[in-house]
């Protein structure tokens, strides 16, 4: 029975994890799609001033980032929106990890030559043509390390998820957590080895990169 149950609280676990780390990456890119277009199309310094302040998130601890969204919710006195949206964990979330979303972008389009563009307006190419029949297809690589890269982020993030995440919203980082706290060190093997194999993605991708290119 106990075995059951613990059975039944891993897989929400993990459906709690896969979707919002799924969620939160293909809302990343999409962002980042747009921030890396807008500085490129415009070349405003103002656009590339705001994309590489953007990066510094990366950088903040997630306990850092979770305590500040915890204190400016209390000074517009609406913390309780944390307790029936996972909104605010998004949020913190796009903060922490929109940047990896964002670098992969801008590199891949750093390939796509203004040549290129030049040649397809030559040939007729409207600009959401050129995007959608030249670009994307050429970004196709950039825009799947950049989802995967946040997933892999996303899915692994514990501060940030322990203050913000609705009550009763446990993730695989949460969980294993929770039970090494209490030194229930079977139970927590499940949930800590999913979260070491999603891990493991990265380095698959770039091993496997590297070594199409030699």
């Not at 510094?56 to 850092?64: F, N, T």
Request: proline share 4%; with cysteine.
């Amino acid at each position: 029975e106990q075995g059951l149950e613990m059975d039944s609280r891993y897989w929400t676990w993990l459906k709690n994890s896969l979707s919002l780390s799924a969620f939160t990456a293909i809302l990343a890119v999409l962002c980042a799609l747009f921030l890396a277009y807008a500085a490129r199309l415009t070349q405003s310094k103002t656009l590339q001033g705001v994309n590489r302040l953007l990066t510094v998130g990366y950088a903040l601890p997630g306990a850092v980032l979770g305590v500040g969204i915890l204190s400016l919710l209390g000074l517009l006195d609406i913390a309780w929106l944390m307790s029936i949206s996972v909104g605010v964990l998004v949020y913190a979330y796009l903060i922490r990890f929109l940047s990896a979303g964002l670098q992969s972008i801008e590199t891949g389009l750093t390939r796509i030559t203004p040549a290129m563009d030049g040649t397809a307006a030559l040939l007729g190419a409207k600009p959401m043509e050129m995007i959608w029949r030249i670009h994307l297809p050429l970004l196709k690589r950039s825009v799947l390390t950049a989802l995967l890269f946040v997933f892999v982020d996303v899915m692994k993030e514990l501060p940030a998820t322990l203050l913000l995440r609705p009550f009763n919203l446990d993730t695989l980082a949460v969980a294993t957590y929770q039970l090494a706290a209490d030194e229930r060190l079977t139970e927590l093997a499940l949930p800590a080895l999913s979260i070491v194999l999603v891990g493991l993605l990265p380095v698959i991708l770039l091993s496997r990169a590297i070594a199409q290119k030699r």
